[in-house]
């Protein structure tokens, strides 16, 4: 802080940032509205501070977010652009839609109805876990668990295949031609919705992605923003209220040797000092 001296008529006059340090103490001394605007004020003014800190550390983590999406974007094949939640919801759709089919299968077993539909759920089950299964272990390159896994899935297939032309030929009179061709159909149908559940499964946005992808989008730093600008127009309000108090105490109370014109840019010198501690 500079310190300016001036000549009086009489000798050495007092230092005007020491004049109008000791001005603003007698001020709030002895007026208790400045005693608590400076207080409103200082207080205004550490939680500027802190607001600005805050805004900092939400933009450096915005920064971070949206940094760790582009690289997991980058890492993320050509081909996985369905979003996450989009495709799990498309398979399970075609999960549930496989309940028809695997309907047809279950009565190929020749139990009673309430059996059927129990057989009919595990088989839903069976080949809708085997849709995520398949996309875990190709993501994972599990190799050889992919191999026991297409080869189960496979045996499964042709089991209701023979299972269900064998159910036609017993209870219709249908060509031993037609009959194949029926279960053939059937056990398709079944193929081609897990194979379809598959695919989606397999071009949905990767979790690594979607999770940086969600952390982006929470991390935006306009509301700390926001705040930090709320905190410093209230510190300027609360920063002219008790800087005029003290100019009209200035004005009131004149100081030997020092004029106004450089006693007030002192206090006002003085009020930052104080406020900025």
Not at 16 to 41: D, F, K, N, P
Not at 182 to 201: H, P, W
Request: with cysteine; glycine share 6%; charged share 15%.
């Amino acid at each position: 802080m500079s310190v300016h001296s001036l000549q009086g008529p009489g000798g050495p006059g007092e230092p005007v940032a020491g004049a109008a340090l000791r001005l603003i103490g007698e001020a709030t001394e002895q007026s208790s509205l400045a005693r608590e605007q400076l207080q409103a004020a200082r207080h205004a003014a550490a939680q500027a501070r802190q607001a600005d800190l805050d805004a900092e550390a939400a933009r450096e983590q915005d920064r971070q977010a949206q940094a760790r999406a582009a690289a997991e974007q980058l890492k993320a094949g050509p081909h996985q652009r369905i979003p996450r939640a989009v495709g799990s919801a498309l398979a399970g759709l075609l999960a549930v839609l496989d309940a028809v089919p695997a309907y047809w299968s279950a009565q190929a077993f020749g139990l009673d109805q309430d059996s059927t539909l129990v057989v009919t759920v595990l088989l839903c089950a069976a080949l809708g876990g085997a849709m995520w299964l398949l996309d875990l272990f190709t993501t994972q390159r599990r190799r050889r668990e992919l191999r026991i896994l297409q080869a189960s899935l496979a045996a499964g297939l042709l089991a209701l295949f023979v299972l269900r032309l064998d159910y036609l030929q017993v209870t219709t009179a249908t060509s031993p031609w037609l009959a194949g061709v029926q279960a053939f159909a059937l056990t398709a149908l079944s193929a081609v919705l897990v194979i379809v559940g598959y695919v989606l499964l397999a071009h949905r946005v990767p979790k690594a992605l979607a999770d940086a992808q969600r952390a982006a989008r929470h991390a935006d730093p306009g509301t700390a923003v926001q705040a930090a600008r709320d905190a410093h127009a209230q510190a300027s309000a609360s920063r002219t209220a008790i800087q005029y108090t003290i100019i009209t105490w200035a004005l009131a109370h004149p100081q030997d040797g020092i004029s106004h014109d450089r006693l007030i840019p002192a206090l006002t010198t003085a009020l930052d000092a104080l406020l900025n501690q």
